[in-house]
């Protein structure tokens, strides 16, 4: 398995892994655009948005309450932050299984527009 994503789940692979429960992982960004820059990834290797199926919607569901849930631990809940998922080349996707980026600070705004 050459997803590096997938080597952070399996332990080949470091991260500062900040959540874990059964069907998601959050660690952080290695380069952080802001000052809170945390990836929510689902444990099973999916791709992109494009491989999600019918059924991961619980899933997908699961990810973004996990975001809010770290919003608050982090302290950026009240000041705001930026959910993105990037999808495909043009989308800007880098690395081909599922992520949420969790984006706070100033920082934030400008760098993403
Ligand atoms: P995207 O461009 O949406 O695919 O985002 C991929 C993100 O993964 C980028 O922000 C990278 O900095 C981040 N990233 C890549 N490799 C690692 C890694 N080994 N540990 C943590 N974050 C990573
Ligand atoms: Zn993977």
Redesign the pocket.
């Known amino acids: 398995m050459s997803c590096?994503f997938c080597k952070?789940l399996s332990g080949e692979?470091l991260?500062s892994i900040i959540y874990r429960d059964e069907q998601v992982t959050a660690?952080r960004?290695?380069?952080p655009i802001a000052r809170t820059h945390i990836?929510i990834i689902p444990n099973r290797h999916i791709a992109s948005v494009n491989e999600l199926e019918p059924g991961d919607e619980a899933l997908v569901g699961h990810m973004l309450m996990v975001a809010k849930a770290l919003a608050a631990q982090e302290g950026v809940a009240e000041n705001g932050y930026r959910l993105m998922v990037?999808t495909g080349v043009h989308g800007?996707?880098?690395?081909a299984h599922l992520?949420l980026?969790l984006i706070a600070g100033k920082l934030a705004r400008f760098l993403l527009g």
Do not use: P, R, S
């Open positions: 590096v952070i692979a991260a660690f960004d290695i380069h990836l990037n800007g996707q880098t690395v992520h980026h």
